[in-house]
């Protein structure tokens, strides 16, 4: 379990604050829909962000850390990288517009132009299409459009907001967290005939809702009074059952590609750590703790064994891979630069 000591502050923000943080680092986010035969062999990319030429760019390397290699010269503040299904593209976002980017930085496209996106876009499981939330509409609303940002088409209608859209593994449906209902809640929308079904109803706020890989269950965090828990449910709402004790902070349920475990991340004693549960309920541990007040960005590769973290020090980050089972941290970023929210390629090199 790594541990290091540094400043923290404490984070007191209402929830909408706190919801647009999460949706922003996503970290996310929707787990890779593809899931290839794999050997120990083989090796994935890393994509992450980087400050250490001066602006916010997205950078490669190869997982051990090696030929870091930067793909885009925007001069900007660029979001949380996405990859596409199939590792060729990756989304991201500057000034609230969706671009993306072939992998080798050759061609890049911007997809919206109203400067209205609200925290990361999202890829459908074949990569034909990309959901996003706007407020291009005067409110947080759902929408997709096609890869290449054409056939904008709005799909929900409600006064008050929807975000942190996550797709289905067969490309069906998507969830969301909505507030239509007093509380927020988390819903599933039917691409297929628009079918709109409540899924939670908790007193408390549900968000931060993730499919499993198998598409059978849906992990999310629900808050109340101040205090986060992790539930687990049937994709069609049923079975409903915690999986967590309640903790400060929890956010960011990421399902393991065998969807057997979930790792997530929380804060305790004024600073974020990341554990590791089965679904089950058993047999949870913390990977890596001290972690700094900053969101953490974190992935789990798509095989099993290694999770992708950054580490907060006073005026930097630093990358880090670690085993789930908290053993053989290795450093991959040597610049004392702001490293954040890495994220593996959904497919082997």
């Not at 890829?123 to 997709?144: H, N, Q």
């Not at 992935?299 to 670690?322: A, C």
Request: glycine share 6%; charged share 25%.
């Amino acid at each position: 379990m790594l541990s290091v000591n540094f400043r923290v502050k404490k984070l007191n923000t209402n929830i909408l604050t706190t919801l647009l943080l999460i949706s922003i680092f996503y970290l996310n986010g929707c787990k890779k829909s593809v899931s290839p035969i794999e050997s120990e062999n083989e090796k994935y990319e890393i994509a992450f962000i980087s400050e250490r030429d001066g602006s916010r760019e997205i950078y490669l390397m190869d997982e051990d850390g090696s030929n870091q290699r930067r793909i885009t010269f925007d001069q900007s503040k660029i979001t949380i990288p996405i990859w596409s299904p199939r590792g060729d593209k990756i989304l991201f976002t500057i000034n609230s517009n969706i671009f993306s980017i072939t992998k080798d930085g050759l061609n890049k496209n911007q997809l919206t132009f109203d400067s209205n996106t609200f925290g990361p876009p999202i890829w459908s499981p074949d990569g034909r299409k990309i959901a996003f939330v706007t407020t291009r509409d005067d409110s947080l609303e759902l929408y997709i459009m096609n890869n290449d940002g054409t056939e904008k088409q709005r799909l929900t209608y409600d006064p008050y907001f929807e975000i942190d859209p996550a797709w289905s593994p067969d490309g069906q449906r998507i969830i969301f967290s909505s507030r239509r209902n007093a509380n927020t809640d988390i819903y599933a929308l039917s691409l297929s005939n628009g079918d709109l079904v409540r899924l939670t109803y908790q007193e408390g706020e549900e968000y931060d809702a993730r499919f499993s890989n198998d598409g059978q269950k849906i992990a999310y965090v629900s808050e109340n009074y101040g205090m986060r828990s992790i539930y687990i449910m049937e994709a069609d709402g049923s079975n409903n059952r915690l999986l967590t004790s309640a903790k400060n902070n929890v956010r960011i349920p990421q399902w393991s590609s065998d969807d057997t475990q979930i790792a997530f991340c929380y804060s305790a004693e004024d600073t974020a750590s990341i554990a590791v549960i089965d679904i089950d309920g058993l047999n949870y541990h913390v990977v890596a703790d001290t972690l700094g007040d900053y969101i953490v960005g974190f992935d789990w590769r798509p095989q099993n064994n290694k999770l992708l973290f950054h580490k907060k020090y006073d005026d930097y980050s630093i990358i880090f891979s670690i085993d789930s089972d908290g053993q053989n941290l290795k450093r991959l970023t040597e610049y004392e630069s702001k490293n954040i929210v890495p994220k593996w390629s959904p497919l082997p090199k």
